[in-house]
């Protein structure tokens, strides 16, 4: 049954709905190549075999009786440990969480299940996705499957390496910052990011709540414009979800670029980006021009102040969300305190792990009496700013092209020691999120350590159709190369 | 500019209680990160509105219905402490 594990989630959903495989036995396929590989990766946190079996009975018998035709129905999924999912353990890769069992199902996740979606388990991340290497994680460490003395990046860390070490068929991440596109181009998997307000946050544990959004991390393009098509949607339980006026994403998988207009800003591909990472990058937009784009380079203002801003804003943000950790209603509770004040303080400073207290550490002093406007306002107005920027490069370009990380992934232990060296990795991911953008990372090469390189695409808000078109191009044509 | 009274009141704000060790790191760490965002004042941003959202937003109302069931077992099975169907905290008067 090994065979099962190379067809994408879409070719294993149309096997299933045509009785070719059973949903038991793509999960038997998955749980196989779980024994054998999970030990060393270490890419879930929590795996309820029982439950998965149970779905999985349920939803085979639904799409015997004609029930669920959904392409994904029957296929096993793996879901970032943000998200809520009742009745089974969500931790968010922190000791404060270490024991949450949520009342309620995030929408995203309850989308999936609607459309037959088997859930393997909870994927490992950076404690509150707070990192980009998935080494904060409170219970260990995931490996990249690629090379296992590396990083699969992070946050959404567990859910990457998942995807690429075949231990599900697909996977939904959430990107604050990068941590869906950042950790696909380091596991060699296609990651997008969604306008935001796309995807429902309801459900999502919160670290920035104007940033955060949850997204399909798959094998292919069109794999993740199917997942898209099915998470997505307006929902009055997000009070910044976007009514869109369609969501048939899969209509955009055509291998047609022609006319379309590409640029690749200069401070992308300049000083600090790893030479193997550039030559690949380049490649890719090479590709695309062969099929008939434009392709330019042009300048991209302010892209020096996308970090700062970002952290200013990102942890005022999670300083407020994770307040309410104060483990008087679920999560950990200190042993010995005196009084209710000293209990919230000793909890949350025993619960919370050094990069989350960092950030909300410098969260609450941006936000203080006396810093608000210095800080805090500051960086709400460059943020405004550099949407500005966007707009006027979308004004000209159909899709800017550009690494989703500047380099390829470091090794375990090379990252944690310098914060703001950790923080400017994410260069090329951070704006995105700023500026409320679809962004995308696919495959587009090997470095010398047969590490993946990823090419992100990103286009205008509410421009998902015209960024898969572009990446399901870039990928047919690479197929047909290969 | 970050001294060991201002991280006492930002562990005040924060609800975090650091040992000295920590301390040290923090006030450290603290310092470099607002070194390095200071860069942000290299930009004339006088005329500039401050932007907390992308998309313009409006309030969402809805009736004050009930819509999910009874989860009082689920909520209180998550506290760390509860008595007779309530959380338990340490003794507040």
Redesign the interface.
């Known amino acids: 049954m090994s065979g099962l594990l190379d067809f994408t989630a879409l070719e294993l959903g149309s096997k299933i709905q045509a009785h070719e495989v059973t949903a038991i036995e793509a999960l038997d396929a998955v749980f196989a190549q779980i024994d054998k590989r999970e030990q060393k990766i270490h890419a879930y946190v929590t795996i309820d075999r029982e439950a998965a079996y149970e779905q999985a009975k349920k939803v085979q018998a639904k799409i015997e009786q004609g029930l669920l035709t959904s392409p994904l129905a029957g296929v096993p999924v793996a879901i970032k440990d943000n998200m809520c999912t009742k009745g089974l353990l969500t931790t968010c890769s922190s000791k404060i969480l270490e ?3 949520p ?2 199902t995030a929408e995203a996740v309850a989308k999936l299940e609607q459309a037959g979606a088997v859930i393997v388990g909870k994927t490992n991340m950076d404690e509150f996705a707070m990192g980009s290497t998935t080494e904060t994680s409170a219970f260990g460490i995931t490996r990249n499957p690629w090379n296992t003395d590396h990083v699969p990046g992070g946050s959404s860390g567990g859910s990457c390496a998942a995807v690429a070490a075949n231990e599900c068929f697909y996977a939904l991440g959430s990107d604050t910052g990068g941590s869906i596109r950042q950790p696909s181009s380091f596991c060699g998997v296609t990651g997008m990011k969604p306008t ?2 796309t995807v429902s946050r309801y459900g999502l544990i919160a670290y920035g709540s ?1 940033l955060d959004q949850i997204g399909p991390i798959t094998k292919n393009t069109a794999d993740c414009a199917a997942v898209l098509e099915v998470i997505s949607g307006y929902d ?1 339980k997000d ?2 979800s ?1 009514a869109r006026k369609s969501y048939d994403f899969t209509a955009a998988l055509k291998n047609d670029v022609k006319g379309m207009k590409i640029g690749i800003p200069e401070e992308y591909i300049g000083e600090g980006l790893n030479e193997e990472v550039r030559t690949a990058i380049l490649k890719a937009a090479d590709v695309l021009k062969a099929q008939g784009a434009e392709v330019e380079y042009f300048h991209l203002d ?1 892209v ?2 996308v ?3 970002y ?2 804003i990102a942890c005022a943000e999670a ?1 407020s969300n994770l ?1 309410r950790f ?8 200190a042993k010995d ?4 004040h ?5 909890s ?2 025993e619960g ?1 792990g ?1 990069e989350v ?2 950030r ?6 941006v936000l ?1 009496s006396g810093y608000y406007d210095a ?1 805090y ?9 550099i ?1 500005q920027a966007f707009d006027q490069a979308f004004a000209k370009y159909d899709i800017i092209l550009g690494p989703a990380a500047p380099t390829t992934a470091m090794k375990i232990g090379e990252s944690l020691s310098d ?2 060296q950790m923080y400017l990795g994410d260069i090329n991911t951070i704006a995105v999120n700023l ?2 953008l679809p962004g995308m990372s696919i495959p587009c090469g090997m470095d010398h350590n047969g590490l993946p390189i990823g090419v992100q695409l990103i286009a205008d ?1 509410f421009e998902e159709k015209k960024l898969i078109q572009a990446v399901y191009t870039y990928e047919q044509s690479r197929k047909e190369e290969a | 500019m970050i001294d060991n009274e201002m991280m006492e009141y930002i562990g005040i704000l924060a609800k975090l209680e650091l040992s000295e060790e920590e301390k040290d790191q923090a006030k450290a760490d603290m310092q470099k990160m607002l070194n390095y965002i200071d860069q942000l004042n290299e930009l004339d941003t006088s005329n500039v509105e401050p932007m907390s959202h992308i998309f313009p937003v409006t309030n969402v109302f809805r009736e004050d219905v009930v819509t999910n069931g009874d989860e009082r077992e689920a909520m209180l099975m998550n506290a760390p402490k509860q008595k007779n169907g309530q959380y338990q905290v340490a003794k507040t008067i």
């Open positions: 024991n949450f069992i009342p309620y935001y307000g104007s009055k009070s910044t976007v302010l020096d102040y970090i700062p801003a952290y200013v300083s307040a104060d483990g008087v209603k679920y999560g950990y509770r305190f005196e009084g209710l000293q209990m919230y303080k000793k949350r400073s919370f050094a207290k960092r909300i550490m410098l969260g609450s002093f203080s800080y306002l500051k960086a709400l107005r460059t943020k405004a700013l949407k914060p703001i500026a409320g808000c």
